[in-house]
């Protein structure tokens, strides 16, 4: 255990590796205890400079160099890195090493799941399983040869296509695989064991013949059908939408239940965290089916962009990572509603990622310096990386976008690349100077743009007055202005555009590049004052401030031609009446806010999905941000106040809609999914009514809930509501799924997410909680801390201490686990004095008994 303060990694330290290795050829003979891995590489000197191997937790047995066993004397050996400090030009060298795979918790390199054997290399795990240079712009060859048990392990996968395979002595066997493209090490994988298979076959666009498999759990086949369904629907969608067509022919999923995140895209070997896989309408919800589509999508997606183009060192994780995001949100928007997936896409970027930004972990996009890799798989990266290529599409035009995208695939192909190089592509596509552009890449911090509006109707000019600022973060002191692309219209208050000089239909794009800047728009004379829409379809990443009074807002939305819009200005009625109830908690809620709201949720009745998203309100991650300091459990209150008169204007309307059967047969697509987001929203909203008679209208519909979408948000309805419905839909819903233990994480989450601190601490030593099972981890403290503000931070400090307590038990086992989830205490600060002083005691009593090197980066910055 490691107790100091990670030393950072910095950007301007970058400098390429000295040697390439063409070709590896990699042997496993697998063992759980004692795997032996033998590696041969063929090393060419590039530059000057010297031959360090990474290599962390290996058992060297030998090291030969051109044939040549090496005395301990020919290289120096830390717990880090082995390193030859004299060699020839080329040359060949063999390592013999022995890893533990059973004894692997932190589920980084070979480990066990389930009795099987399988991989997870990103960022850093590829040194876990042998010496290597474990860096993305070293891209090599590799052939791989496996050899195992065969009873116990009679399926044998690698990265590539399948080679030769056969019995062995002693009951083993061995298979070949190799894989024709060059890859960085990160994207190794390796599986092993008994599984199932559903399998299919796809044609590429240039005719090719590819073999796919989705591998699970015996006894699961059928529950891999739909994401089979998403991985053709995304091999389809990328050669139409970017002319990308797959490259090998075969295409593997493999389905693990330990795993630390949501799934990772080896080449030609996916590896997936169960969840995100296995999918039957008894056991999984449409937001399973959902997230498996986009998941499903977005490693495949990687294939292009992060695979055959990869990253030259991680700080350009966003290289990929953010522009795949991009590609997934576009695959979804297609396949599904487009203003649906933005309106999901912005309420997870404002809770995550505009929380992030705000608080003592903010980070640039490309950050300039890290202390432990692992660390940066955040919301900033990922999402904020995503929006800021949605912002350049804006920017510059779909048109020119399309062509950069071709350039960036045409060049830089086989390469690890920067996003000087990528950006280079779209200025060569449009023309433009995107120097100032890249400045997002740099700079923390969600801007806030302000606007206001001049009408001078003797001239029917409207001047939008625009100003930019991005808060102080962790070690920017001073921000410059970045290029926001604002998509705008001005509507005429009947549902239409009002015409205006050199807009086109009502439209246009405002670029606000400076601090300040003015548009003055010319209307026809005579025009009534038109009624302003912006950032439309929320084209740039930024806080609009504009002061508009609730009449106003109203009317906005009543006049709005954007979906997004509608359901913003919504939000922010809503936000503004939560912090009224909250400051005014004698007064009742405001009735034309609540009939406005329940009326707009029956206007939208012929898209239920839409409708659905209408009637959730802000959520509490993201009024938290708007407070300081903040009292969660009173925003709380104050929330449910709203929700709750909420509820009783649509509860008519609850009452006939849930009287109707829910669509069968059970269909996964967006339309079915749309009318059943419609059901479980007033579902919600039933229990949002807080009576006796709704926990029994409730149970009722839990007892006949057809699918799991329906039976989860009924359990869901019930856990907030004591008494006897809820006691028994809670038993009755785990006695049925206790062996299912994807449905029993729902379980607990369901629990946690709304529960108080000792609910958390009884699941917490739950016989079924267990430690060394990420997804079961994080279905009690995930679900409390990041989904639960109002119990995580109460004042008694309560739900602190329990998830300090499962943080201190998780680090040593699982390290990237536990950082993961100390990120929940990222807005300590904001907190009010008594919470405030619970969670910085909590972070500072861990950090003194010590932490893995990961979680101590979280907490030292945390602290900071
Ligand atoms: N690239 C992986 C994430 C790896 C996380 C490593 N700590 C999955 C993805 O983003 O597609
Ligand atoms: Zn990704």
């Not at 297609?334 to 903010?362: C, H, N, T, Y």
Request: proline residues 6%; contains cysteine; glycine residues 6%.
């Amino acid at each position: 255990m490691r107790t100091d303060t990670p030393v950072s990694v910095k950007l301007e330290n970058y400098s390429p590796y000295p040697f390439e290795i063409e070709h590896v050829s990699m042997d496993f003979s697998l063992e759980p205890d004692a795997t032996r891995v033998r590696t041969k590489m063929q090393v060419k000197r590039l530059r000057p400079g010297a031959f360090v191997l990474d290599g962390v937790g290996l058992t060297l047995n030998s090291i030969a160099l051109d044939g040549t066993t090496l005395s301990e004397a020919a290289y120096q050996k830390d717990e880090e890195t082995l390193t030859i400090a004299s060699v020839p030009d080329a040359f060949t060298l063999e390592t013999d090493v022995t890893i533990n795979p059973s004894k692997n918790t932190a589920l980084s390199g070979l480990y066990m799941s389930a009795g099987r054997f399988c991989s997870q290399c990103e960022a850093t795990g590829f040194r876990r399983i042998t010496y290597w240079p474990d860096r993305p712009d070293v891209m090599s060859r590799f052939h791989v040869r496996i050899d195992a048990d065969k009873a116990k392990y009679p399926i044998l996968l690698s990265n590539g296509t399948p080679g030769e395979a056969g019995a062995l002595s002693d009951g083993r066997h061995f298979a070949e695989w190799d894989d024709p493209h060059p890859k960085p090490s990160y994207l190794f994988a390796l599986c092993a064991g008994d599984y199932d298979v559903w399998r299919d076959t796809f044609t590429t666009m240039n005719g090719d013949h590819v073999d796919l498999g989705v591998y699970v759990d015996k006894g699961q086949a059928d529950r891999a059908e739909w994401a089979m369904e998403s991985l053709k629907a995304a091999m389809v969608w990328d050669e139409k939408r970017f002319g990308r067509a797959y490259d090998l022919g075969v295409f593997n999923i493999v389905a693990v239940r330990d795993f630390n995140f949501g799934a990772m895209e080896n080449k030609g070997l996916n590896i997936f965290n169960s969840a995100y896989v296995l999918a039957r309408e008894d056991s999984a919800t449409d937001a399973d089916f959902e997230a498996i589509e986009s998941i499903v999508g977005h490693e495949y997606f990687h294939n292009w962009t992060g695979n055959r183009i990869t990253c030259r060192d991680w700080f350009q994780l966003c290289l990929k990572e953010g522009l795949t995001v991009f590609r997934d949100q576009e695959f979804s928007a297609d396949l599904r509603s487009r203003p649906v997936q933005r309106i999901k896409d912005v309420m997870r970027l404002r809770a995550r990622q505009f929380a992030e930004d705000a608080g003592p972990l903010a980070h640039p996009v490309r950050p300039q310096a890290y202390g432990s890799i692992d660390n940066l798989y955040t919301a900033t990266v990922y999402e904020k990386g995503a929006e800021l290529i949605r912002a350049l599409t804006v920017f510059i035009g779909d048109e020119a976008f399309n062509r950069g995208m071709q350039i960036y695939f045409d060049e830089y192909d086989g390469t690890a690349s920067t996003i000087e190089d990528f950006y280079a592509c779209f200025e060569k596509a449009s023309g433009r100077d995107l120097s100032q552009f890249r400045r997002w890449y740099a700079q923390a911090g969600t801007p806030e743009v302000t606007v206001k509006e001049r009408w001078d109707g003797d001239s029917a000019t409207l001047t939008i007055d625009l100003a930019q600022e991005t808060p102080v973060t962790p070690k920017q002191p001073t921000k410059q202005p970045v290029p926001i692309p604002l998509r705008a219209a001005l509507l005429d208050g009947k549902g239409a555009h009002a015409e205006a000089e050199g807009w086109d239909k009502g439209e246009t794009v405002i670029r606000l590049e400076d601090d300040r800047q003015s548009v003055t728009v010319q209307l026809p004379a005579g025009s009534k004052r038109p009624l302003l829409s912006i950032n439309r379809h929320f084209s740039a990443p930024v806080r609009i401030k504009r002061a508009l009074s609730n009449t106003d807002l109203l009317a906005l939305a009543a006049a709005e031609t954007d979906a997004f819009n509608t359901w913003d200005n919504f939000q922010t009625l809503a936000k503004t009446e939560i912090f009224r109830l909250l400051d005014e908690p004698q007064s009742p809620p405001d009735e034309a806010l609540v009939d406005a709201l329940a009326e707009a949720v029956r206007a939208n009745s012929d898209d239920p999905a839409f409708a659905a998203l209408l009637t959730v309100l802000p959520d509490i991650g993201e009024l938290f941000q708007e407070r300081e300091p903040v009292d969660p459990a009173g925003l709380n209150v104050a929330r449910k106040r709203l929700r709750q008169a909420l509820a009783e204007a649509l509860a008519a309307d609850a009452e006939r809609l849930l009287e109707a059967p829910s669509p069968a047969p059970f269909k996964p697509n967006a339309e079915q999914a749309g009318i059943r987001a419609q059901r479980t929203a007033m579902i919600g909203l039933t229990g949002a009514l807080d009576t006796s008679e709704a926990a029994d209208r409730l149970k009722a519909l839990f007892d006949k809930a057809p699918n799991m979408t329906e039976s989860l948000a009924c359990l869901r309805a019930l856990v907030t509501l004591p008494g006897k419905p809820r006691d028994e839909a809670i038993e009755t819903f785990y006695q049925r799924w206790k062996d299912n233990p994807l449905v029993i994480d729902k379980w607990f989450a369901v629990q946690a997410g709304q529960g108080t601190a000792e609910d958390a601490r009884r699941l917490s030593q739950h016989p079924d909680y267990d430690l060394s099972n990420p997804n079961r981890v994080r279905s009690v403290a995930a679900a409390f801390s990041m989904t639960n503000l109002a119990g995580f931070h109460a004042p008694d400090g309560e739900g602190h201490k329990v998830i300090g307590d499962i943080i201190a038990r998780v680090d040593p086992l699982n390290p990237a686990l536990a950082a993961r989830l100390l990120t929940s205490f990222e807005q300590w600060k904001k907190l009010e004095p008594v919470a405030q002083a619970s969670a910085k005691r909590v972070l500072e009593e861990l950090r003194d008994q010590g932490l893995s090197k990961n979680a101590m980066d979280i907490v030292s910055r945390a602290l900071d």
